[in-house]
């Protein structure tokens, strides 16, 4: 999409295809597009950079507790929430499951 075409940009369906993409709701994924269509300057974050905060914030854990858990460093987490980095592809993928079964992070303890 080039930068002319953002003033055509429909937000709500433009969010519903972001979040069927990911496969769950992403809060403030609206509020993000319309801050894009009205060319206000940002970071860009991924879907996939809200999914690990999701994840994470799901679980009830601290930054550190949750990195423990998935055997990452805290920076490297941390610079996923911010949108500093894109998580790869596997940590998207532990995210998705973990924000489904929050549960299940207590199984991830490292030996």
């Given at each position: 999409?080039k ?12 969010a519903?295809?972001i979040?069927?993409?990911?496969g ?25 950079q809200?999914l690990?905060r ?13 990195a ?13 929430e911010?949108g ?8 998207t993928?532990l ?10 992070a ?6």
């Amino acid at each position: 999409m080039k930068l002319s075409d953002l003033k055509n940009l429909d937000v709500q369906t433009t969010a519903r295809a972001i979040e069927a993409d990911a496969g769950q709701a992403l809060p403030g994924i609206g509020q993000a597009l319309s801050e894009v269509k009205a060319g206000v300057a940002g970071r860009v974050t991924t879907p996939s950079q809200i999914l690990m905060r999701q994840a994470r914030k799901a679980t009830g854990l601290s930054q550190s507790e949750f990195a423990r858990r998935i055997d990452t460093p805290v920076a490297t987490l941390r610079d996923w929430e911010q949108g500093r980095f894109a998580p790869p592809g596997a940590a998207t993928a532990l995210a998705r499951v973990i924000s489904r079964h929050p549960q299940w992070a207590d199984e991830l303890v490292s030996a």
